[in-house]
């Protein structure tokens, strides 16, 4: 039908006042944001569009896999008996790979925690000599199918969650997680963080490994598909999760531990910890993920991680290849005392969450923390919008009550993203950059441009 | 003057956005200059031009903005920067659920707004054109206001259009009409039968406020850019609107507004213009239509003669009844004339100081045969180039909408401030005897024309007693600044005001003939 027999329906891009003329005239109009493109080099997009059928295709390819993807806490193990190459000099660590010399406070504090909490040193000065002298290897979390949030350290003795993909045949690893206060993975390093993880491995690991095994297994996926019904995004919210969990994991503890004491301390310790969930929410969205990889000319980011210097992207479609650009201060809430000026650049895995379709890709299901984005539930709607401009698809799985049960925004496609200038929404802890000190706020920011645009550009070239 | 600047790297900016920010820098007390723009190549190259250009900005890259502004003294540029950083980073009211939601790009839009078929885009050029590919992709109908497109760009996007059945209108379509709705830089006109194709966003407006003014009314108003008649081009915009209104029902009058296409686009639209079964009214400014077209074919010389025979050939009337309108306007603006070349001793040129560009063009087809020669930084004929736009020489009249003026600041339709120091320092001059100025209102232009324009008046008339001020004033009633309020608050400050352009030009050139009539 001709634009003169039906009604004029305006899309604005630019000036917003020339929407005054059409609200006058009772013409619908939409105000459509505009971006420039990450990339300047147009011949890299023409290209991208050429080869759209393909891309499309094999973007289906990985989006089904991980979809399609079963996650279930299968159990748990000790990280040198059950992580593929763990080592006892080799430590793992969040975001994309970074050298000693170059690592940032909370991350550093973190690794002399975990030399200090593994025997290798006695001291916070030892640990920090240990640590820059060659003999203790590193390597990211990501390339042992592992994730962990903020300074994401996992050394040899840690116990971790075992999340298998019931669809495929790849598994997922992550710590329990310490709560809050002084805790490793905010870098402090103090006797009482190695207290803390000694009690999680002497005590809360073994009672909740038997307490597991017992039930077999614990389907995490409908976990979080309820959770975000009740509130949570689950990454800067886990309060359902966490009680989910519980509600599964409470009569198991009481029929499988000796001693109700323990059994007592144990499930006060999950109780008590309303994030107990985040390291789950990020095992089953690293597992989901994994099963996404490697699918040729996939455009679809299957890792988002930050070590607090970096933030690191890898695609369905190039490997293992890392691409990389400097992490920014998240925009945040800070708790009394603390400003910006302490906030370490932006840190952790726990941005899998968002990869996977959760986290600030879903925020407009947890309107209980709104003010971290401006105060009303329609901001959280909007930033949850957004991203459906940048996604591949929407999740058959996880949805959004107040979209009237919309799948989340699942599958962030580089080339949308660059073409767009839209960046991904990560919502976040935010440490201090001094190691030792911990949290010092939560807020939320968009993920940087550099690794998106150089991931973009290196996914072209090879169409 | 020293030049202060402020780079804010990689912050990327809307330009029409930064203008609005840099019209609110010149008001600021003590600024004289100043300039907010994205820090590429072209805006670099046009700032220097205005003198605002330091290594600072120089260095900086296409992703940086860039603020330069030239001050009084440093605390009066400080200001300036604290005001600009004050308005770029103010953000938009938060949408309350289920109102007015900002969607986050085109593929959100579109979803959110089922059924959308027009869009409008107004974002930096280098941007506009893949942007606009994408709205063709979508199935959207495409106004594009943006400049600064390439030919190329604009060739194959409405190559594409035509294909798709769709409309480009643009590059740099400033004003489009389309089921009633004001499209940009547009006026709120009556509904009627009035079709009009515009290669010219300022004779849109003007033709179709004196079609409304004059009591008939506009079906559509399509824009094409100004390049669409040109031979690269080709028409292509052009003679899909005149398909488009020959097939429309409600269109029963076309009404053409352009320049002198070039030869091989007229010869495309002369035989298109056969085919319509409706009479078709031509103004090419500039040009002449000497062909017999076909029996109900009216050319005109001007905008005002175009818009009138289109009104009368619309109410039912004959065309040449359209003469007889602009013979009473003839016979009132003699009266002025004769009144105001009495007060003249000393002073002999006209300065004609517009906004809108196609007004250049319609002055100077109708100024010489009064007083002679006229002089322009957009003459019509390039021998009558001014050699310095900020010289004025002689009769002359000035286009302020062109590049040399607009960079890193607003057009001269939304931002007085630079006219209204001409106004000042022209009519100080003692030889200047007329000042010809247009006020457009509507949509996009400036909401409190009257606030910003009759202070400079004030301080004009005070500085030369024997100065005439004649202006035309483009809207309508229903326009936001109400056409009528206008007028008359500039007849009470001692301006002449008449109901078009062209009848301004003659009264102006009227005045300069009776006075120099009078020395001789």
Same mark, same amino acid.
């Given at each position: 039908m001709g634009l003169f027999n039906s009604e004029l329906k305006v899309v604005n891009i630019g000036l917003e006042s020339f929407r005054q003329g059409?609200?006058?005239?009772?013409?619908?109009?939409?105000?459509?944001?505009?971006?420039?493109?990450? &990339?300047?080099?147009?011949?890299?997009?023409?290209?991208?569009?050429?080869?759209?059928?393909? #891309?499309?295709?094999?973007?289906?390819?990985?989006?089904?896999?991980?979809?399609?993807?079963?996650?279930?806490?299968?159990?748990?193990? #000790?990280?040198?008996?059950?992580?593929?190459?763990? $080592?006892?000099?080799?430590?793992?660590?969040?975001?994309?790979?970074?050298?000693?010399?170059?690592?940032?406070?909370?991350?550093?504090?973190?690794?002399?925690?975990?030399?200090?909490?593994?025997?290798?040193? $006695?001291?916070?000065?030892?640990?920090?000599?240990?640590?820059?002298?060659? $003999?203790? $290897?590193?390597?990211?979390?990501?390339?042992?199918?592992?994730?962990?949030?903020?300074?994401?350290?996992?050394?040899? &003795?840690?116990?971790?969650?075992?999340?298998?993909?019931?669809?495929?045949?790849?598994?997922?690893?992550?710590?329990?997680?310490?709560?809050?206060?002084?805790?490793?993975?905010?870098?402090?390093?103090?006797?009482?963080?190695?207290?803390?993880?000694?009690?999680?491995?002497?005590?809360?690991?073994?009672?909740?490994?038997?307490?597991?095994? &017992?039930?077999?297994?614990?389907?995490?996926? %409908?976990?979080?598909?309820?959770?975000?019904?009740?509130?949570?995004?689950?990454?800067?919210?886990?309060?359902?999760?966490?009680s989910l969990f519980y509600r599964a994991i409470a009569p198991a503890v009481i029929k499988t531990c000796p001693d109700p004491e323990r059994a007592a301390k144990v499930l006060e310790f999950v109780n008590g910890n309303d994030h107990f969930f985040l390291n789950l929410s990020m095992a089953l969205s690293k597992a989901s993920l994994d099963a996404g990889r490697g699918v040729k000319d996939s455009s679809v980011v299957v890792v988002m991680a930050r070590n607090g210097t970096d933030f690191g992207v890898q695609l369905s479609g190039t490997g293992s290849k890392w691409f990389t650009g400097p992490a920014e201060v998240p925009d945040a809430l800070y708790f009394p005392g603390y400003t910006k000026a302490d906030a370490n650049p932006d840190i952790g895995d726990s941005a899998i969450t968002e990869t996977n379709g959760l986290g600030g890709f879903a925020i407009a299901a947890a309107p209980a923390i709104v003010q971290f984005v401006g105060g009303s539930a329609a901001d959280a709607v909007n930033y949850t919008m957004a991203m459906y401009g940048i996604t591949a698809g929407e999740n058959n799985i996880y949805k959004i009550p107040y979209l009237n049960f919309r799948g989340t925004p699942t599958g962030i496609d580089v080339i949308k993203v660059a073409k767009t200038g839209i960046l991904p929404f990560i919502d976040t802890g935010v440490a201090h950059k001094d190691p030792g000190v911990g949290q010092v706020g939560a807020g939320v920011l968009s993920a940087p441009a550099e690794p998106f645009r150089r991931a973009f550009e290196a996914f072209a070239r090879e169409l | 003057m020293p030049i202060r600047t402020t780079i804010k790297k990689g912050a990327y900016y809307d330009s029409v956005a930064l203008m609005q920010v840099a019209k609110k820098l010149n008001s600021v007390p003590g600024v004289l200059d100043s300039a907010v723009v994205m820090a590429t190549r072209e805006n670099k190259s046009l700032i220097k031009a205005s003198g605002l250009l330091t290594p600072e900005v120089e260095k900086a890259g296409e992703n940086d903005l860039a603020i330069a502004v030239s001050a009084r003294t440093p605390e009066a540029a400080e200001a300036a920067f604290k005001a600009a950083g004050e308005l770029l980073d103010k953000k938009p009211a938060p949408a309350s659920p289920g109102t007015d939601r900002r969607a986050a790009g085109l593929d959100d839009a579109v979803k959110t707004l089922d059924g959308a078929n027009l869009a409008v885009i107004s974002v930096a050029g280098r941007f506009a054109g893949t942007l606009a590919a994408d709205c063709l992709d979508k199935g959207l109908n495409v106004m594009l206001f943006s400049d600064n497109v390439p030919v190329d760009t604009e060739v194959a996007l409405k190559k594409e259009a035509v294909k798709k059945g769709l409309l480009v209108m643009g590059p740099d379509c400033g004003t489009a009409i389309i089921n009633g709705a004001p499209?940009?830089?547009?006026?709120?006109?009556?509904?009627?039968?009035?079709?009009?194709?515009?290669? &010219?966003?300022?004779?849109?407006?003007? #033709?179709?406020?004196? #079609?409304?003014?004059?009591?008939?009314?506009? %079906?559509?108003?399509?824009?094409?850019?100004?390049?669409?008649?040109?031979?690269?081009?080709?028409?292509?915009?052009?003679?899909?609107?005149?398909?488009?209104?020959?097939?429309?029902?409600?269109?029963q009058v076309v009404l053409l507004v352009s320049k002198p296409p070039h030869p091989s686009v007229m010869r495309k639209i002369t035989a298109a213009v056969k085919r319509i079964k409706k009479p078709v009214v031509a103004v090419l400014l500039g040009g002449e239509t000497k062909e017999r077209v076909k029996d109900d074919f009216y050319p005109a010389r001007t905008l005002e003669e175009a818009a009138y025979k289109a009104a009368c050939l619309g109410k039912g009337l004959k065309a040449s009844k359209a003469k007889e309108l602009i013979y009473d306007m003839n016979l009132r603006a003699e009266e002025l004339a004769k009144k105001e070349a009495a007060k003249k001793k000393n002073s002999r040129f006209l300065r004609g100081l517009f906004s809108g560009g196609t007004f250049v063009s319609e002055a100077q087809v109708i100024l010489p045969e009064f007083a002679g020669p006229v002089l322009s930084n957009a003459p019509l004929d390039k021998k009558y180039r001014l050699k310095d736009s900020v010289k004025l020489s002689g009769h002359a009249v000035i286009d302020l909408g062109e590049d040399e003026f607009t960079v890193g600041r607003p057009h001269p339709m939304i931002d007085f401030s630079l006219r209204n120091r001409m106004i000042v320092s022209e009519a100080k001059k003692p030889e200047v005897s007329v000042l010809l100025l247009d006020l457009v209102l509507g949509y996009g232009a400036n909401l409190k024309p009257l606030d910003d324009i009759l202070p400079a008046l004030a301080e004009a008339f005070k500085a030369n007693r024997e100065l005439s001020i004649v202006a035309s004033v483009t809207g309508t009633e229903a326009d936001p600044q109400v056409r009528s309020r206008v007028v008359r608050a500039l007849e009470a400050a001692g301006v002449l005001v008449m109901p078009s352009n062209a009848g301004a030009c003659r009264l102006a050139g009227e005045i300069i003939r009776l006075a120099a009539k009078a020395k001789r």
């Open positions: 059409l609200n006058d005239a009772g013409v619908k109009s939409v105000q459509a944001q505009f971006k420039p493109p990450l &990339s300047a080099e147009t011949a890299l997009f023409a290209k991208a569009a050429k080869a759209a059928a393909r #891309v499309d295709k094999a973007n289906r390819k990985a989006l089904d896999r991980i979809l399609g993807a079963r996650p279930a806490l299968a159990g748990m193990g #000790v990280a040198l008996d059950v992580i593929p190459g763990m $080592k006892r000099d080799l430590i793992l660590h969040a975001g994309p790979p970074v050298a000693w010399d170059r690592m940032c406070g909370p991350m550093r504090g973190g690794i002399m925690a975990a030399l200090m909490y593994e025997g290798m040193a $006695k001291t916070p000065k030892e640990a920090e000599r240990l640590a820059a002298s060659g $003999k203790i $290897k590193y390597a990211p979390c990501h390339e042992h199918s592992a994730v962990g949030p903020m300074a994401g350290i996992i050394s040899a &003795s840690m116990p971790v969650f075992i999340v298998k993909n019931e669809a495929g045949s790849n598994y997922a690893y992550a710590t329990q997680n310490e709560g809050l206060g002084k805790v490793l993975r905010y870098g402090a390093y103090g006797p009482e963080v190695i207290e803390r993880l000694k009690w999680m491995e002497k005590t809360l690991y073994p009672t909740l490994k038997a307490a597991i095994e &017992s039930l077999g297994r614990i389907d995490l996926k %409908s976990m979080v598909a309820q959770a975000l019904h009740m509130g949570d995004e689950v990454h800067n919210r886990n309060r359902a999760g966490t | 499209i940009a830089f547009a006026n709120s006109v009556r509904r009627g039968n009035v079709g009009v194709v515009a290669a &010219s966003g300022t004779g849109a407006q003007e #033709v179709t406020t004196l #079609v409304s003014n004059e009591g008939a009314g506009i %079906s559509q108003c399509i824009g094409t850019g100004g390049r669409d008649v040109k031979e690269e081009v080709g028409g292509l915009t052009f003679l899909q609107a005149l398909e488009m209104l020959a097939a429309d029902e409600a269109t």
